[in-house]
């Protein structure tokens, strides 16, 4: 992807919002290690309950989710640096209080969130990396169940969006292994969920005439 103009002095502009991975270790697992939590009290000014969209894009689902819910914290976390400035552009110039964004790896979210620190997960159209020798990266592979586990709450719930069958039947496979309470719809336009924000990707699949399917998987510990 072509870098951003300006990309380094745009994303210092964002600084009080946006907390970014130095990759000082190399290590993901390492890294995941060396803790460095972020202070949601300091973050966000109170105690309301802090949900994670893992994979934001350009930020659309974010910025909408906490306009419409002030009653809630966000944490917004995408790899691509890229990406995840149009994401903090647009949340700064809403002026929204309650959303801070981690440009990091889904692979380090625990040096950032401690065990049991987050009440929802969101996956909004994450890669469905169809061929098995990235079967691993997917979002919903046990490896990242098992991170969501241990930093949900009990009882916390991730939200699912995708337009690719066979990488629902794979997540759907994958929460029930892992002990996840799963509910499913496979056409979320004919069973629509009150609130729900169209994301960018959600948008042009709808325009394309796919189906999207939903899942919601609730932790139990
Ligand atoms: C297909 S896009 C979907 C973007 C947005 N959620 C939407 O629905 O429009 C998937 C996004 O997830 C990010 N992503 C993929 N793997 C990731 C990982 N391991 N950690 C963090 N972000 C990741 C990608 O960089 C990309 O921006």
Redesign the pocket.
Known sequence: MHKKNHLELRLERCKDILTVFGGEEKDMRLAAESKQYLDFAVLFGNALPVYL??????G??IVETAKANPDKNFVA????SN?IIDACEGALSAGLKNVHFLN????VLEKYFPANSVSGIYL????PLPKEGYKK?R?THPR?LNIYSRILKDGGEIYQ?TDDENFFKFSLESYAAAGYEVSCCDDLAANPVPGDVA????L?FMAQGKKIYRIVARCKK
């Open positions: 969209e893992i994979g934001c894009g350009k659309k689902f976390c995408e790899k691509i990406v990091c790896a889904a692979e909004n159209f994450s890669n990266q979002l990242f969006k994301t960018e990707h959600q042009k």
